[in-house]
Structure formats: structure tokens, C-alpha cells
């Protein structure tokens, strides 16, 4: 294995060296921070130049990585502690003690605050991001399992097989709905008025109203969701990956209906959007095949397929579509490829004369937990 990984690298580090004269595509003027749970920190990467810079060391395994305007911070279950890191000196900038085991955390869409669903005891509990300072603590009937949040509402799941729904401003809870079923992934709709919840050991996705919790649709699908991916045009489309099926399906979550299904692969996974050359964009990673495939959004063809390797893990997009980010789910090597060369058509499996879909391959932390970009104007 380790000797297949130096190849590859050599090979594509020959391929830019060849073609040192031609000039430079433009990058991103940004960083990519990883979250590792080999190094215990987050590995920094520079996108301009697409090279690892640095680790930022943390006193315990990083899970998430969380974006509050120009606030950056990162989760760590063990330590029941949120980290906030400096994006320009690479350094731990504060920390926010959680009296609970952290499950999961989000930041609110206008970036003002941090939803943290904990147990032992379980809550929900909720900081001021510019401050870092606890501003509620909002106790849970059960365990919470999944949490997601408007600015006014927060959906937390719990192994009680209910969806809890929290008044953020009010600091209590609104009300509960039986599911009948346990949840692993929860999603408001784009505008806020409905809750999307992906069932853990069924092939189903739930409707809920987010205001009255009332239940609008069970909408059975061909596999265990795991993963939602919403459409840039306010979420007017959703795609589907999941456990045990090797396709795409696409979920209109206004009329709660099944639009279409699409061939992922052999085991599609994380997804992202984007949009190039007037192309809404849908990309997806298929771990079984080790291709990131590119489809077009309006007419759910195929745009590209690029083999990458490895286990192709989390897709990022740069801002700007220009590039897309893959990272191994093992060595945390991130796959860079070049979108405007992938939808073009140009060959990409030989080593020869003009530009490659598959740019370069840099390495990060190994054992990545979560990515995310960082401009770095923050």
C-alpha cells in the first residue's frame, strides 16, 4: 500500500514539474483545516499552493469543525470541550467547557450562536459564538442522536425515537413527535418550515412541520439514508446516499416525493455542490469505485467521472467551483481535482501532454474526522 501511495505522489509531482511553463490556473486564496484523530489536532493546508503548512495541536481528539462568521472552532467529545481556534496564527484562541459529552454541534445560519446537544446529563446547551460565553441549558427527556438548527428552532433526535423541538429564543422546549423510528441524520428544509429526518435502521425519510412538529410524509426509498445534499436553488431538490445502495436518489422535500434515482457507483457517499461554466453541479464520492463522479444538476446526466483512489471520503468545493477537494477517509490525503479540466472531456488516465482532471495529491492528518475551508481573509 505504501509503496502504491509514493508512486502516485511521484508520478503527479512529474506531471507538474512538466508543466512548470505553462501558466499557473488560478487558486484559492484560502486554507483547508483538517480535523485529525491521528495528530490529535488540525492539520493546516495552504490552497494557494495546495501544500500541508501545519498542525495545531489540541490537548484531545478533534471531532467537528464549525464556522461562525469569521470565528473558527472545533469540537472535542473527549475533552467535553469546544476549542476556538485563530485562523491567522494557528493557535487555540479560548476554550468552552460543555457539562455533558458532546454528540454533536452546529452554528446557527446567522452565525450568532452555538447549539451543542451533550449527555450525561443530556441538553441541549447554547453559547454566544463572539463571546464564548453559555447563554442557556435546555434539558432533553433523552439522549440526543442528531441535531440541526434554524436561527429560531433546534431539531435535536433522541434514542427515545423522538424529535425534540427547541425554542432557541425562549430557551425551552416546544414540543416532541414520535417518529417510531431511530434517527442518525436531521436536516431542516432550506426555508426553515419543515424538518427532514433520515432514519438509522430503516429505508426512510421522515417530514415533520417545524413549527407544530406535526408529521407530513413517510417517504420510503431503497436503502438506509445517510447523507443529505440540498440544491443551491433553496433546496428545491435533495440527494440521497446511503448504506447498501449503490445509487442516488433524488428527493423533491416540497412535495415529499421520490423525483428520481441515479447511478452512484459501487458505494456513493459524501456529497457537495457546486456551479462552473453556467453548471449547477452535483459532487459525489463512491468509495467502492475511488472515482469522484460529477453530475449536471438540470439534467441529472453525467458530467465527469475521475478516478482518485484510495477511499475517497469528504468532497469540498472551492468558492468559485474551480476546484474540488476529496479527502481519503484513512490517510487523509486530499485529492485535488481541476473541475473546468473534468468537465471538458480531456483524458485523464495518462501521464502525458496537457492538463489533468487530477491535479495533485497533498497529505493532511490521517484518521480525518471533518474538513473545512477557511478563507483567509477570516
Known amino acids: ?100 459529552r458532546i454528540v454533536s454541534a452546529v452554528v446557527t445560519p446567522d452565525g450568532k450562536t452555538l447549539a451543542v446537544a451533550a449527555d450525561e446529563p443530556p441538553a441541549l446547551h447554547l453559547f454566544e459564538a463572539a463571546s464564548r460565553r453559555p447563554v442557556a441549558k435546555i434539558p432533553l427527556p433523552g439522549v440526543p442522536l442528531a441535531l440541526h438548527t434554524t436561527d429560531d428552532i433546534a431539531a435535536v433526535a433522541t434514542s427515545e425515537n423522538k424529535l425534540e423541538r427547541a425554542a432557541l429564543k425562549e430557551r425551552k422546549l416546544r414540543g416532541a413527535t414520535a417518529l417510531g423510528l431511530s434517527a442518525g441524520i436531521v436536516r431542516f428544509r432550506p426555508d426553515g418550515k419543515a424538518i427532514l429526518i433520515g432514519a438509522d ?22 436503502f438506509a439514508p445517510r447523507r443529505f445534499c440540498f440544491s443551491a436553488d433553496n433546496g428545491g431538490q435533495m440527494f440521497v446516499t446511503g448504506s447498501g445502495g449503490d445509487s442516488i436518489v433524488v428527493v423533491s422535500p416540497y412535495q415529499s416525493e421520490v423525483y428520481q434515482t441515479m447511478v452512484g457507483g459501487r458505494n456513493p457517499g459524501s456529497m457537495a455542490v457546486g456551479a462552473l461554466q ?68 480531456e483524458p485523464s488516465h495518462a501521464m502525458g501532454q496537457g492538463a489533468k482532471p487530477l491535479f495533485t495529491v497533498f497529505p493532511t492528518g490521517g484518521g480525518p474526522q471533518d474538513a473545512a475551508i477557511i478563507p483567509r481573509a477570516a
Open 278 to 345: 453556467n453548471r449547477d453541479l452535483l459532487f459525489v464520492a463512491d468509495a467502492g469505485s475511488a472515482d469522484l463522479t460529477i453530475f449536471d444538476i438540470f439534467t441529472k446526466g453525467l458530467a465527469s467521472s475521475i478516478q482518485i483512489g484510495g477511499k475517497p471520503g469528504e468532497v469540498l468545493i472551492t468558492p468559485g467551483g474551480g476546484y474540488a477537494l476529496v479527502l481519503d477517509s484513512v490517510s487523509g490525503d486530499v485529492s485535488v481535482v481541476r473541475t473546468s479540466v473534468a468537465l471538458s472531456g
Open 201 to 222: 435502521d430503516r429505508n426512510q425519510i421522515v417530514t415533520l412541520d417545524a413549527g407544530t412538529g406535526a408529521l407530513q410524509a413517510r417517504l420510503p426509498i431503497a
Open 1 to 100: 500500500m505504501a509503496g502504491n501511495l509514493i508512486t502516485r505522489r511521484s508520478l503527479l509531482a512529474a506531471s507538474l514539474f512538466s508543466a512548470c511553463a505553462r501558466k499557473r490556473a488560478p487558486r484559492y486564496s484560502g486554507w483547508l483545516f483538517v480535523a485529525s484523530a491521528d495528530e490529535r489536532g488540525i492539520a493546516v493546508a495552504d490552497l494557494a499552493e495546495f501544500r500541508r503548512v501545519t498542525t495545531i495541536a489540541l490537548p484531545y481528539v478533534p471531532r467537528q469543525i464549525l464556522r461562525a462568521e469569521e470565528k473558527v472552532f472545533v469540537t472535542c467529545p473527549e475533552g467535553r470541550a469546544i476549542f476556538e481556534i485563530d485562523p491567522m496564527r494557528f493557535a487555540m484562541a479560548g476554550r468552552i467547557n460543555v457539562p455533558g
